[in-house]
């Protein structure tokens, strides 16, 4: 009824008392806005976060040295403590054995030795650089993506070759794009000395999610990749406490991962402290995802507490509003207004002011999570439905705390209205 | 004049009915008022006049006896009906104008035939013709506010005459203007009624403009206590 009129008349009216209607809108701004940022940077948390984990792989599973005793609280699980020795560990011959026997369900073996973090040089300039050892089997297992050159080979790690496969960025930082890399050699400041390589082949760096949010550019490290063998000749032990095994798609890495226990439960039963197990990525995926859905559900819920308020902001100015325009109303009536057309003016007014409101939130909460998402360097996700839901349900906060006012209002008795001083 | 447009039969009007404080404002009015006659009705504060406008105007029900409008039967209507009633049959002119505020002569014009159902272009039409008629074509597009008392009730006088209603129904029109101003609407009412032959029910407590009515009705007390005939012309 009267729809083009009601809108109308409601602009209008906001237009002569854009204080009071912007202090009216407030609250939904603020309900809206947060509501939309907190969903908007979740989203981009989550999107972020499950790439990540797809990146690491839902087929891999992690397979770690652990102590036998989960009731020996001294335990020390980190290389070199004072219970675990070279025989606790993993040698590569068993790795290579594992592989061996079930080449057909396993589509590579990765692992590495750390030598931390160290510097590139090539005379003027530098670049950090996180150094790891890596047998050949990490490009698969870890999804590296070669831009230029060849991955690490199982010849360089059996002939110790002093060779290794660099970033894109580290490239662009210390060659400027000038040459071709691949060839040239990188001084490496590392722990133990200086080292030189001959660089075979760059990669694709790929920003983390959790990574990188308050180094400046320039200083963030990347991964440096030598031979694993070569890696360890500085380090004391020769066995690794962890690998990295990459299913293939047509084994299901659950089950596996009950096949590797057992596999190498056997290899440890004689040892009393310690035995290998293994973790599936995929739980750990789902429960992480399951995690961030929590928080922002909460968070979001919070946020619908100041929409709710924001909704009573509403209905009070509506009240005050219809008790202003009593004699206006009892004029409406006596010229032929039906009870229902004054109620659906004021229910138009109601939900135009959340709508308006709710318009200018959805901008200020988009505003706010570009913000924040571009502070954690995060992709930003533009949800669309949570747009049209908070379009909805402005609307339906204009109708629900637009209709009690709109009833008052609407049920006058004309006389009392006209008399109203 | 001929048809009988308002038909009051016993009319009472109470009002804190079954309580100590019940009041008797209106103790069974008889009143036929005749197509395109101009009626005064005066009385001082108390009288009764206000709720028999509200009853004329159907603002309001009575607690008894029988009001026939235009030939209809409106005692037993509903709240939408009447609301349909006041709008095609009355044209209210109120003391204080009552403008819808924030909307400028021309809407308000539109307002009754708004409410009616008549299309856009069709209303703005008639509301500026209107507009034209009380002399307020240059002011359309002027909200209530920017326009003095006299310039109001013209715009309020056009806005009564928009759904082409039988009746106009003027509460003390003059009231809150000075004696000139309240003369050049007197003049107004008086044109409407020569010219469109319209039924003119004036509520007054001024005895000088009942004067200029054809017929003057007095009441006290909720009653009628004469009925007499006016000059029927504005007094220069």
Redesign the interface.
């Known amino acids: 009824m009267?729809l083009k009129?009601n809108i109308l008349?409601a602009v209008?009216?906001l237009r002569?008392n854009k204080m009071r209607a912007f202090l009216t809108m407030l609250g939904i701004i603020i309900g809206i806005g947060s509501v939309i940022a907190i969903v908007s940077i979740g989203n981009a948390v989550t999107a972020s976060v499950s790439d990540t984990m797809a990146g690491l792989g839902a087929n891999n599973i992690e397979v770690y040295v652990t102590p036998k005793e989960a009731q020996n609280s001294t335990y020390n699980v980190t290389v070199g403590g004072n219970n675990m020795d070279e025989s606790d560990l993993i040698s590569a011959d068993q790795i290579a054995a594992f592989q061996q026997k079930y080449s057909d369900e396993i589509a590579g073996i990765s692992y590495q030795e750390s030598l931390g973090s160290g510097k590139a040089k090539d005379g003027r300039r530098y670049a950090n650089v996180s150094v790891y050892g890596v047998n050949e089997g990490y490009e698969k297992v870890n999804n590296v993506t070669l831009t230029k050159g060849r991955f690490l080979r199982a010849k360089d790690i059996e002939g110790n070759r002093r060779v290794a496969v660099i970033s894109d960025r580290l490239v662009s930082n210390m060659f400027r794009g000038q040459v071709n890399p691949i060839g040239k050699t990188i001084d490496v400041d590392e722990t133990n000395g200086e080292e030189t390589y001959t660089i075979v082949g760059i990669y694709h760096y790929k920003q983390s999610a959790m990574l990188g949010m308050a180094v400046a550019d320039q200083d963030l490290p990347t991964d440096l990749y030598i031979p694993v063998s070569v890696a360890k000749e500085q380090s004391d032990y020769q066995n690794y406490k962890y690998f990295t095994v990459q299913t293939k798609t047509s084994t299901n890495a659950k089950s596996f991962a009950n096949k590797i226990n057992n596999y190498f439960s056997k290899i440890y039963a004689n040892n009393s402290a310690y035995t290998c197990e293994a973790y599936n990525m995929e739980s750990a995926m789902s429960s992480v995802t399951k995690i961030l859905n929590t928080i922002s559900t909460a968070v979001a819920a919070i946020a619908a507490i100041a929409l709710l308020v924001g909704g009573i902001g509403v209905m009070n100015i509506m009240l005050v509003s219809v008790t202003e325009r009593t004699?206006?109303i009892?004029?409406?009536?006596?010229?032929?207004?039906?009870?229902?057309?004054i109620r659906m003016q004021f229910i138009v007014e109601a939900v135009i002011i959340c709508l308006i409101g709710g318009i200018i939130g959805i901008i200020v909460g988009i505003l706010l999570a570009w913000g924040g998402v571009s502070l954690l360097h995060l992709k930003m996700v533009i949800s669309i439905p949570t747009i049209l839901i908070s379009v909805g349900f402005s609307m339906l906060i204009g109708i629900f705390f637009g209709y009690y006012p709109a009833k008052k209002a609407s049920r006058l008795d004309?006389?009392d209205a006209?008399r109203y001083e | 004049m001929s048809q009988d447009i308002i038909q009051m039969k016993g009319i009472v009007k109470n009002y804190f009915i079954g309580t100590p404080n019940e009041l008797h404002i209106l103790k069974g009015i008889d009143l036929t008022v005749q197509e395109g006659d101009f009626v005064s009705i005066v009385g001082a504060s108390g009288s009764g006049k206000s709720t028999l406008m509200n009853m004329i105007g159907v603002l309001d029900r009575p607690t008894a006896g029988n009001y026939m409008l235009d030939g209809i039967l409106t005692s037993k209507m509903s709240d939408n009906e009447l609301s349909d009633i006041r709008n095609r049959k009355i044209g209210f002119v109120f003391q204080t104008f009552n403008l819808i505020p924030r909307s400028n002569a021309l809407k308000n014009v539109e307002l009754p035939m708004l409410y009616a159902g008549v299309d856009g272009k069709t209303r703005t039409k008639r509301a500026k013709e209107l507009l034209e008629l009380v002399g307020m074509g240059d002011r359309m597009y002027h909200q209530p506010n920017e326009l003095s008392g006299g310039q109001k009730q013209r715009v309020a006088i056009a806005r009564a005459l928009s759904n082409d209603p039988p009746i106009i129904l003027a509460d003390e029109p003059t009231g809150a203007l000075d004696s000139e101003t309240g003369h050049l609407v007197m003049n107004l009412f008086h044109r409407v009624h020569d010219e469109d032959g319209k039924t003119i029910v004036l509520i007054t407590h001024n005895p000088e403009l009942a004067k200029e009515t054809n017929r003057i009705i007095t009441l006290k007390d909720g009653a009628v206590i004469s009925d007499e005939p006016g000059l029927g012309k504005a007094v220069e």
């Open positions: 009267f009129e008349l209008t009216g002569s004699r206006e009892g004029t409406r009536k006596a010229l032929g207004a039906r009870s229902s057309y004309p006389i006209l």
